[in-house]
């Protein structure tokens, strides 16, 4: 594909979520205003105000060979190679000032397609009602009568320690605890692709 159908491709599949915008809010883990560090945790793309991705595509279907992945922070983009050739480009968001995303060298050390997060979440009631947003356990002070409700972090791929890729907001700058975020359905592509050791080479 070249690259001036990607284009066109990406440009209609935003036009598309932006018409289903109801449809896709259904989802329930796009159902609350939480913005996580990994989270997909807004009403989604368009209504939070985030910028349009014009960079993400797949062109991986038919392509074989050795995956391997390649993040540049400054760029805010992962490259996705099988075989050395490049199969897709995703926008990101990495890690904030003060809670950088890690460089160096790493390896795919877990997937987990339902990850929930067990440090960052939410204190909600006993009807699931969010009563204090944006908590990390342990540290911030839990309202009488809550309990903690850990971020979900669709198609979670762990390289390094907490950090992993996966679905989560994208505000269009480093926004997160030093995940990295890309768009649902190249997380979804990145994470069927890879495999347990698959090579991460993160740089600035």
Known sequence: MKRGRRTLVAGLVGAVC???????????????????????????????????????????EDMNGKPSVKISL??????????????????????????????????IQQKDVNHVSTKYGDYVDAADTVVKPNVELGVDPKPPGTHFKGAPMPYFMRIHGGVGMHAGYLPGYPASHGCIRMPEFMAENFFKSVSVGTPISITN
């Not at 932006?18 to 009403?43: A, H, K, N, W």
């Not at 490049?86 to 000032?97: F, P, V």
């Open 18 to 60: 932006t018409i289903f915008m109801v449809g896709c809010g259904e989802d329930p883990r796009f159902s609350t205003q939480t913005q996580y560090l990994g989270g997909v945790y807004g009403p989604g793309p368009v209504s939070s105000g985030a910028p349009q991705d014009n960079v993400s595509y797949w062109d991986g």
């Open 74 to 107: 400054g760029e805010q983009r992962a490259y996705f190679y099988k075989g050395g050739k490049l199969a897709g480009i995703s926008q990101l968001s990495t890690g904030r000032e003060g809670l950088n995303t890690p460089i160096g060298h790493f390896a």
